[in-house]
C-alpha cells in the first residue's frame, strides 16, 4: 500500500468544515472566524471550499502556530484524510 503523504495532496482536508469548539480556539485570528447559521462558529472559506487560513501559494496553514483545536486533531490516514483523498484524487 502506497504511504499516505500530506506533501502529495494539496492540503484536501483544509476543504473540509473545521468548527471551533474547544476554548483553546481563542487563539485562533477572528476575521478568519465566522457563525453559522447562528448556531456556531467555524473557520471562514472560500468559494472554493479552502480554509481562509490557507496559504494558496504553499498550500500551508498560515496560522499554523494558532490553528484550531479539530486542524491540532486531525492525523494523516485517519477516516476524513482517506475520505477526501478518495473524493479529489480519484
Ligand atoms: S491529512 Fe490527509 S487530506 Fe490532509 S493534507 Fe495530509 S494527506 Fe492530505
Ligand atoms: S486552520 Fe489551517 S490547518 Fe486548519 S483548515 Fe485552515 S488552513 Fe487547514
Known sequence: MKTINCSTCT??????????????????????????????Y???REKDGWCKAL???????????????????YKVGDYDCINERNKHLL
Open 11 to 40: 492540503a484536501l482536508c483544509c476543504r473540509l468544515e473545521v468548527r471551533l469548539i474547544d476554548d483553546s480556539d481563542e487563539q485562533v485570528p477572528i476575521e478568519l472566524t465566522e457563525q453559522v447559521e447562528g448556531l456556531y
Open 42 to 44: 467555524a473557520m471562514k
Open 55 to 73: 496559504n494558496r501559494e504553499t498550500m500551508l496553514c498560515s496560522i499554523y502556530e494558532k490553528r484550531p483545536y479539530l486542524c491540532r486533531e
